[in-house]
């Protein structure tokens, strides 16, 4: 409802005192007490600070980690394998605590790699296919079992969401390829039964 010319009205919520009173004047324009306009653009300042602080923040903080532990697995991975004539594709990448499984396909060829984060940096300790979905596989390579259990678990999970056809290139690796800490894997190591990066 638009206040007529003159009305007043007061500016309060039911159950509060009444603050100040507002005039509408001739001109549609609103009349408001100097210390009640000096104040507002402050408080508004303030509530949108607050907001922005406690809100979205606290709400995204641990998918923000997430997403930028998942690029630089992703990077670690093309610097090693990502060719011009063979991109390397990294999806999906699954985290649980210090240790990563990313699948990766390259051309017709694909696998999974188990990576350990190691003073702030991912590196590549384990390649393989549908062993590294076996609690049992991941353990021998150093994880402990109730962070190999969630893992295995989120993995299955993750990749229940992709194309049948792109999980299934995930099994062509064959065995279970432990990377040595150092070791440049990729430049000219063959997999399995001839099959290279």
Same mark, same amino acid.
């Given at each position: ?5 003159? #009305? ?79 991109? =390397? ?18 051309? #017709? ?5 188990? =990576? ?13 296919? #549908? ?6 596989? =991941? ?9 190999? /259990?969630? =893992? ?25 390829? /432990? ?19």
């Amino acid at each position: 409802m638009v206040p007529a010319i003159g #009305d007043q009205s007061q500016a309060r919520c039911p159950g509060t005192k009444i603050i100040h009173t507002t005039t509408f004047n001739p001109f549609g324009e609103i009349n408001m007490p100097r210390s009640v306009l000096q104040y507002l653009p402050i408080a508004s300042l303030a509530a949108s600070l607050l907001f922005i602080a406690a809100g979205p923040a606290t709400a995204h903080e641990k998918p923000t980690t997430h997403r930028t532990s998942a690029q630089a697995i992703e990077h670690v991975m093309k610097a090693q394998f990502d060719k011009p004539e063979a991109p =390397l594709t990294v999806v999906p990448v699954t985290i649980e605590g210090d240790y990563a499984i990313a699948g990766w396909i390259q051309k #017709d060829r694909g696998g999974r790699a188990l =990576l350990k984060a190691e003073g702030g940096k991912w590196t590549i300790r384990v390649c393989a296919g #549908d062993g590294l979905l076996r609690v049992s596989t =991941l353990e021998m390579a150093g994880v402990s079992g109730p962070i190999a /259990k969630r =893992l295995a678990e989120k993995v299955a999970a993750a990749e229940k969401r992709l194309p049948v056809d792109q999980v299934k290139k995930f099994s062509l690796f064959e065995g279970v390829l /432990k990377i040595e800490a150092g070791s440049q894997h990729g430049n000219g190591h063959s997999h399995g039964s001839g099959q290279r990066h």
